[in-house]
């Protein structure tokens, strides 16, 4: 919560910082003084404002990495299985939801803890998109939320049985 404070200020500093070298630019803050006095007034706001940015940019950073390994945290990797074991689970869990092809796209980055932001990034479509699978996925799945997907897929997967290595070799 501290960062989130931090970046508001930040935030409102900049705004300040900019008003405040474009009112002294318009000359409606201070006389207008000798040009020496007027450009190092003029640099040293600029370098104000760069470095109120620049903090603000780092603060905001953690802030997303911080709710990114949350997420990764609560969602985790599943189990110590293979990732073609996963995937198998994951696509016996939503079988029979009459889930477009699209949409299973969707929904196995949702599974695997993505953002909407990324979902979209990752299959090249907008964000809106994404939020339309996600509603449809929801709906179809029965489920309200990316907590209540992830456990149904879960626990879908979990009630499969995991071959074993006689059913490879037998």
């Known amino acids: 919560m501290k960062k989130r404070a931090l970046r508001l200020f930040l ?3 900049y705004v300040m910082l900019l008003t ?12 207008r003084r000798e040009w020496g006095v007027a450009t190092l007034a003029t640099l040293l706001l600029g370098v104000a404002l760069a470095v109120v940015l620049l903090l603000y940019i780092r603060v905001n950073d953690q802030i997303r990495q ?12 599943p189990e110590n ?5 996963i995937y198998a689970a994951f696509l016996t869990a939503v079988e029979g939801y009459a889930v477009s092809e699209r949409e ?4 196995w980055l ?3 803890g993505y953002t909407n932001r ?4 990752e299959l090249y479509i907008a964000e809106t998109t994404v939020k339309k699978h996600v509603s449809h996925i929801y709906q179809k799945l029965n489920v309200g939320c990316r907590k209540e997907f992830r456990a149904y897929v ?3 997967t979990e009630a499969r049985p995991r071959p074993s290595q006689t059913d490879f070799h037998g």
């Open 11 to 13: 935030g409102a500093g």
């Open 20 to 31: 405040l070298l474009l009112l002294y630019q318009a000359g409606v803050l201070g006389e």
């Open 66 to 77: 911080q709710e990114q390994s949350r997420t990764a945290d609560e969602t985790g990797p």
């Open 81 to 85: 299985r293979s990732y073609e074991e």
């Open 104 to 107: 299973l796209e969707v929904a």
């Open 110 to 112: 949702l599974y695997r």
């Open 118 to 121: 990324q979902i979209g990034e």
């Open 154 to 156: 879960q626990a879908t």
